[in-house]
């Protein structure tokens, strides 16, 4: 087989992907051949196996426009999930926009200790407060068919896309949305099993020192906690067992170092009791419940 050109052994699939692996790399990008893939596989309509499957493939001339400008854009330090427009998040692909928070993997596992409180539950009620782009409400309502959730954001961007995910999953007949600051217009003794947040919790003054893709394309409001970072919480778990059944849950995420503080906003604050840490898979403790 007569070898091809320098040139056009360039613009295959395999040249464009080390040589743009190597240009994010000296962007300081943290996963310069996985977005470098992610990127290309999305511009292509294909899969990232396909792109292994075919890496002497040339890309045509419109191929690597396409490709260069979305290139162009995560050298700029835009998040791979807004230049693509989704998310993977507990298996599922969400919708995701600007001005709205991007599903963190660490989430994951707040969905898997609310998952675990209301498991044999039947018809279990949730509220979800700061719903972002519907993936925690909507990875719960995909394992558990029987509960209902009421997700709640001041952003009225997150409640539409939250909204447009959970259609997408066809689970809209258990999701309702409303535009509520924390439990504003939600009446007291409302009686959820469980309510469930992933609240603003990174100090204001932390903020700053965060990557590019944090700073300048995610929402602060859906970040700033405040100057340790647990003003939210601190509003959040003094309310919440008004809006509780008896011996309902609450389970938050915390920040990184913050499991030990929220502990004890949840105890001597909230006055809740059986206080429990969890950690996520990196060992880090991410989400702390406690019974009303």
């Given at each position: 087989m007569q070898e091809q050109p320098k040139?056009?052994?360039?613009?295959?699939?395999?040249?464009?992907?080390?040589?743009?692996?190597?240009?994010?790399?000296?962007?300081?990008?943290?996963?310069?051949?996985?977005?470098?893939?992610?990127?290309?596989?999305?511009?292509?309509?294909?899969?990232?196996?396909?792109?292994?499957?075919?890496?002497?493939?040339?890309?045509?001339?419109?191929?690597?426009?396409?490709?260069?400008?979305l290139v162009r854009r995560r050298g700029a330090r835009e998040p791979v999930a807004l230049i693509v427009g989704k998310k993977e998040f507990w298996s599922i692909h969400f919708r995701v926009v600007p001005g709205v928070l991007i599903p963190r993997p660490e989430t994951e596992t707040l969905v898997e200790i609310v998952l675990e409180e209301i498991r044999g539950v039947t018809s279990p009620s949730i509220l979800e407060i700061g719903t972002g782009s519907g993936a925690v409400a909507?990875?719960?309502?995909?394992?558990?068919?029987?509960a209902r959730v009421l997700a709640?954001?001041?952003?009225?961007?997150?409640?539409?896309?939250?909204?447009?995910?959970?259609?997408?999953?066809q689970l809209s007949r258990s999701f309702d949305c409303a535009a509520l600051d924390l439990f504003s217009a939600i009446r007291p003794g409302a009686g959820f099993d469980v309510i469930c947040s992933n609240p603003p919790y990174i100090p204001s003054g932390t903020i700053p020192l965060?990557?590019?893709?944090?700073?300048?394309?995610?929402?602060?409001?859906?970040?700033d906690g405040g100057i340790d970072g647990l003003d939210v919480i601190r509003e959040l778990v003094a309310h919440a067992r008004n809006y509780l059944k008896p011996k309902g849950a609450l389970i938050l995420e915390v920040g990184d170092g913050q499991a030990a503080s929220v502990e004890e906003i949840l105890s001597y604050v909230g006055g809740f009791h059986d206080i429990h840490k969890f950690s996520d898979l990196s060992g880090k403790q991410r989400v702390v419940k406690g019974r009303a």
């Amino acid at each position: 087989m007569q070898e091809q050109p320098k040139k056009l052994q360039r613009w295959t699939i395999k040249g464009v992907l080390a040589w743009t692996t190597e240009y994010f790399a000296k962007k300081r990008i943290k996963t310069p051949r996985l977005d470098a893939e992610v990127l290309l596989a999305s511009s292509l309509g294909v899969d990232r196996l396909h792109l292994y499957l075919n890496l002497d493939r040339p890309l045509l001339p419109q191929e690597r426009e396409r490709y260069r400008e979305l290139v162009r854009r995560r050298g700029a330090r835009e998040p791979v999930a807004l230049i693509v427009g989704k998310k993977e998040f507990w298996s599922i692909h969400f919708r995701v926009v600007p001005g709205v928070l991007i599903p963190r993997p660490e989430t994951e596992t707040l969905v898997e200790i609310v998952l675990e409180e209301i498991r044999g539950v039947t018809s279990p009620s949730i509220l979800e407060i700061g719903t972002g782009s519907g993936a925690v409400a909507v990875s719960i309502l995909q394992e558990h068919r029987d509960a209902r959730v009421l997700a709640t954001d001041i952003n009225p961007l997150a409640l539409k896309t939250a909204s447009l995910n959970a259609q997408n999953a066809q689970l809209s007949r258990s999701f309702d949305c409303a535009a509520l600051d924390l439990f504003s217009a939600i009446r007291p003794g409302a009686g959820f099993d469980v309510i469930c947040s992933n609240p603003p919790y990174i100090p204001s003054g932390t903020i700053p020192l965060l990557e590019p893709e944090i700073t300048e394309f995610e929402p602060l409001s859906a970040l700033d906690g405040g100057i340790d970072g647990l003003d939210v919480i601190r509003e959040l778990v003094a309310h919440a067992r008004n809006y509780l059944k008896p011996k309902g849950a609450l389970i938050l995420e915390v920040g990184d170092g913050q499991a030990a503080s929220v502990e004890e906003i949840l105890s001597y604050v909230g006055g809740f009791h059986d206080i429990h840490k969890f950690s996520d898979l990196s060992g880090k403790q991410r989400v702390v419940k406690g019974r009303a």
